[in-house]
Nanobody
């Protein structure tokens, strides 16, 4: 199976920056999309940013110009650099990947989430 582990969350003041990292481990044969989602209290989980294996990126309108997603295919990692953070960015951030193990089918995998709090 595939495990995703996030790190890098925490408390930051408005206007500050944070970098989230996610490492995928296990019997990974290949990964396709790798994404970051977030879920604020009382709200649905939403897609923040996605990156394909080829490096094509896409962002939610609310984070365009402030967040940057990147990945290292050799290391099976995906990072989210967040800048100019706003209180409304406060949420639990989840790493997600579409991956398959050797001999397996493409499946969705989720990390456990990391809290990001933007507050003065």
């Amino acid at each position: 199976q595939v495990q995703l582990v996030e790190s890098g969350g925490g408390l930051v003041q408005p206007g500050g920056s944070l970098r989230l990292s996610c490492v995928a481990s296990g019997s990974i044969f290949s990964t396709n999309f790798m994404d970051w989602y977030r879920q604020a209290p009382g709200k649905q989980r939403e897609l923040v940013a996605t990156i394909t294996a080829g490096g094509t990126t896409n962002y939610a309108d609310s984070v365009k110009g402030r967040f940057t997603i990147s990945r290292d295919n050799a290391k099976n990692t995906v990072d989210l650099q967040m800048s100019s953070l706003k209180p409304e960015d406060t949420a639990v951030y989840y790493c997600h990947a579409v991956a398959r193990v050797l001999g397996g089918n493409w499946s969705n995998y989720w990390g456990q989430g990391t809290q990001v709090t933007v507050s003065s």
